[in-house]
């Protein structure tokens, strides 16, 4: 058990029988009555955000989460497969459960998967992933203005805005987490 004026960013707390993940917290005490803690807390299954006070003294169960690292090998259908990078074996995953990813999903690519009670909350990829560009139009020479920039589609059929002077058949590092060009390498 975790009372409210333990929170910490990162936590994770079971509460209205959903899993949350503690974002911010502020400890507030008024001068009449007692002290709260105001929260902004993530719910890892559906990706929510809300606001929520509580009483200093409310307890909560805290959640075990466990990460674990997997490879993506292949998918098919609306099915992706990856191995458990230390026992070998193979997991399944739904797409639904990968939407916000799959597009930059790799053969080989390591990913790490957050499980609560054997149940794959979540998928993260790496932050930065490093893809080819597979068609994207020719920039114009002398076309140098700041801030332009062009469609690309990149090897796993993702596409993204990039800077007029990339090419096709460039390597690239992407934000994941915000799907954005960061440099060319």
Do not use: C, W
């Not at 509580?54 to 909560?60: K, L, M, N, P, T």
């Not at 992706?80 to 990813?101: C, G, P, R, W």
């Amino acid at each position: 058990m975790i009372i409210a004026n333990q929170f910490r960013a990162g936590l994770t707390i079971l509460f209205e029988g959903e899993i949350y993940s503690v974002i911010e917290f502020q400890s507030v005490k008024p001068g009449k009555g007692g002290a709260f803690i105001r929260s902004k807390l993530r719910n890892l299954r559906t990706k929510k955000t809300i606001e929520k006070t509580f009483r200093s003294e409310e307890r909560f169960v805290e959640a075990f989460i466990e990460d674990k690292k997997l490879q993506y090998l292949y998918n098919s259908g609306d099915t992706y497969h990856f191995m458990d990078s230390d026992t070998f074996e193979e997991v399944t995953i739904d797409k639904e459960k990968l939407i916000e990813i799959v597009s930059y999903l790799k053969d080989n690519m390591d990913v790490t998967v957050v499980y609560y009670n054997k149940e794959i909350i979540e998928v993260k990829l790496p932050i930065f992933i490093e893809l080819k560009i597979e068609h994207t139009e020719p920039g114009i020479k002398g076309d140098t203005a700041k801030g332009s920039f062009k469609p690309a589609t990149l090897e796993t059929g993702a596409t993204i805005q990039v800077p007029l002077f990339v090419n096709e058949n460039d390597i690239i590092k992407i934000d994941t987490r915000t799907g954005s060009y960061v440099e060319r390498v």
